[in-house]
């Protein structure tokens, strides 16, 4: 029973909308079988993204930072596949080390927010009691804060810089976290192998680390996935708004705002950062459904 | 029902002063105080110390809290700006219809879009139609305001020459910023009503109802729309509360002059007694928004307001 209102209101809705998912899993498991085509589709998009980003200092043609490697704004042609910008600079070496950015934003984003909220809702849900209700609490006010509100207060705390805007978007993911780990740590808690452990005396520790956690494991992934591609578009957001990535650094949400006001003569410089963009999402998204697709519809099945 | 209200107000008020207090603290501790972004970078320590003084910057975080928090519950007064020297509160009431106007045309047009879209693959499912259009929405949640945002300016505005690139005063002007905003909210409202819709029309009281004869349109509009929409006005009321505060990405893009774009200019200005003013009063509307909800749905379902109490 919850103090605050919002707290209320969401957690309804998130409820609402698993259970809508949980019945459109199980549609979709009958139809796809175990294997979904969202689950190929996203993991070949990722696996390239990520190729392309190990791979940008042997594929680029120039060093991401290079000016006048070739004229200024040249269209797109073979030997400049993305066009060039302002500066000369090759939009394709550009693109790709953008790349190993959004990786870094996925990576730091999401793995800051997780090892947050992971080990907090696993000691609230199990534990319960009073360490419940106060960082339950902590993270109603922690919400409280519409959309990327809060990551703007600390990065205006902070500095506008890439690390900061990582930081912060972090910051903002470990609310969702705690509150998915918490409602399955409190369920798991519940059942009967996890009292077996316990009534032989083993640890609660250990019983978290190695009875309840395994068990969550599915659940976790799926929304790391997610939010590995949440992380990406709001780093890119606050680097297009000028409070994250500073140029010249060529991360997406920065090149684009770059490639903003050249827009009405050299559109490939706005069209082929945002595209890359979108995909990594994409490719994100349906790997995070195929994955709950799979491990879901095994629950279904029964 | 009354007591259920009154405690739900009071703990949005405890959010809303725990959430000032974050804010106040944070800003307060940034590196280059007000003082020195007001003397900049020629002042001397001594008229530092002066400025800091007349600004009460000398005395400590908590005492100067307690005299933002009383100004502004005495007086409506959140301080003044460092950078117009203007009160910061009509600035934020100045801003705030628009962000009111963008954030409410976005939220009309994402149920529209959505929830045809959603109602269309759902009586279609399976068939091309239903997979293109959930294509559709699976795009629409990926892809960056920030991109569309700037592609509909280029077919629009400079391509087409139909609608102004940025500014405010015109319907004409809400336009691309609303479109921009709605479409990811569209795309998650079409699948939530294409998966609610699915499964209301596999209950019982819809093969009642087609049993007893009612046209096809009838039905799903009459009988399960009704149903399937409930998740989805929760969903939209809280996209509501989200986009009133979290609009500041697609304010900056189109120059739209709301309270996102106030605090996002105030940032680079270092005029903190904005960013906190904004801050406050866009987490003060989400709250109110939310807190309107939530008295909304108890009045509608009795069991939720008797569970609280």
New interface residues.
């Given amino acids: 029973?919850?103090?605050?209102?919002?707290s209320?209101?969401?957690s309804?809705?998130e409820r609402?909308?698993s259970l809508?998912?949980t019945?459109?899993v199980c549609?979709a498991a009958t139809k796809w079988r175990r294997f979904p085509l969202s689950l190929t589709a996203g993991g070949v998009i990722v696996t390239l993204m990520l190729l392309a980003a190990a791979a940008a200092p042997f594929i680029a043609a120039y060093p991401p930072d290079q000016v006048l490697a070739g004229p200024r704004l040249a269209a797109p042609s073979p030997t400049y596949p993305f066009g060039t910008d302002t500066l000369g600079r090759d939009m394709f070496s550009r693109v790709l080390r953008g790349a190993l950015i959004a990786v870094q934003a996925a990576l730091a984003g999401m793995g800051i927010a997780a090892l947050l909220g992971v080990p907090s809702g696993l000691a609230a849900g199990y534990r319960g009691g009073w360490l419940d209700w106060a960082l339950s609490r902590f993270v109603?006010?922690w919400l409280?804060?519409?959309?990327?509100?809060l990551a703007?207060?600390?990065?205006?705390?902070l500095?506008?810089n890439l690390s900061n805007a990582m930081l912060a978007v972090g910051l903002l993911g470990a609310p969702g976290f705690y509150r998915l780990t918490r409602g399955l740590a409190l369920s798991a808690g519940k059942l009967a192998y996890v009292e077996a452990a316990r009534s032989v005396g083993c640890p609660a520790g250990r019983i978290l680390a190695r009875h309840i956690l395994p068990n969550l494991a599915s659940s976790l992934i799926v929304y790391a996935t997610l939010r590995a591609?949440a992380a990406i578009?709001a780093v890119?957001?606050l680097s297009?708004?000028?409070?994250g990535a500073q140029p010249p650094s060529p991360e997406w949400?920065a090149l684009?705002?770059a490639g903003?006001s050249h827009?009405?003569t050299a559109?490939w410089l706005?069209?082929y950062?945002?595209l890359s963009?979108?995909l990594t999402?994409?490719g994100l998204?349906?790997l995070g459904d195929g994955l709950r697709d799979v491990w879901d519809g095994r629950a279904c099945a029964r | 029902m009354f007591i259920y209200v009154a405690r739900r107000a009071a703990g949005s008020l405890v959010v809303l002063l725990a959430i000032s207090l974050i804010v106040f603290l944070a800003l307060s501790a940034a590196p280059g105080d007000a003082a020195a972004a007001m003397a900049g970078d020629s002042a001397s320590a001594s008229q530092l110390a002066i400025l800091r003084a007349e600004l009460g910057l000398d005395r400590s975080p908590l005492a100067r809290y307690a005299s933002f928090l009383t100004g502004l519950l005495t007086r409506g007064d959140l301080g003044r700006s460092l950078v117009s020297q203007r009160p910061v509160a009509g600035l934020v009431l100045e801003r705030l219809p628009y962000t009111v106007a963008l954030a409410l045309a976005a939220v009309a047009l994402a149920a529209l879009l959505g929830g045809v879209a959603g109602t269309l693959a759902a009586l279609r499912a399976g068939t091309p139609l239903d997979t293109l259009l959930m294509a559709g929405a699976a795009l629409g949640v990926a892809v960056p305001t920030f991109w569309s945002g700037l592609l509909l300016i280029l077919l629009f505005s400079l391509h087409l020459r139909w609608l102004p690139v940025t500014g405010a005063g015109t319907p004409a002007h809400l336009v691309l910023p609303a479109v921009t905003l709605a479409l990811p909210t569209a795309a998650s409202v079409a699948r939530l009503v294409r998966s609610g819709l699915l499964d209301v029309l596999a209950a019982d009281y819809i093969r009642t109802a087609h049993a007893k004869g009612l046209t096809p349109r009838r039905v799903v509009i009459r009988h399960a729309l009704r149903n399937g929409l409930i998740p989805v006005a929760a969903v939209l009321s809280l996209q509501l509360g989200h986009l009133l505060g979290g609009a500041f990405i697609v304010e900056s893009i189109f120059g739209w002059p709301g309270l996102g774009r106030l605090a996002v200019q105030a940032i680079f200005d270092r005029d903190a007694p904005v960013v906190l003013g904004a801050t406050l009063a866009a987490a003060a509307v989400y709250l109110v928004v939310n807190l309107g909800m939530d008295i909304a749905h108890g009045w509608l379902d009795p069991r939720v307001g008797r569970e609280a109490i």
């Fill in positions: 029973m919850s103090v605050v209102a919002a209320a209101v969401r309804g809705a609402l909308k809508l998912r019945h459109t549609r109603d006010i409280a804060f519409p959309g990327l509100l703007l207060v600390i990065v205006a705390r500095g506008p591609g578009l890119g957001g297009f708004i000028g409070l949400g684009l705002a903003r827009m009405d559109p706005a069209v950062p945002g963009l979108t999402v994409v998204n349906l």
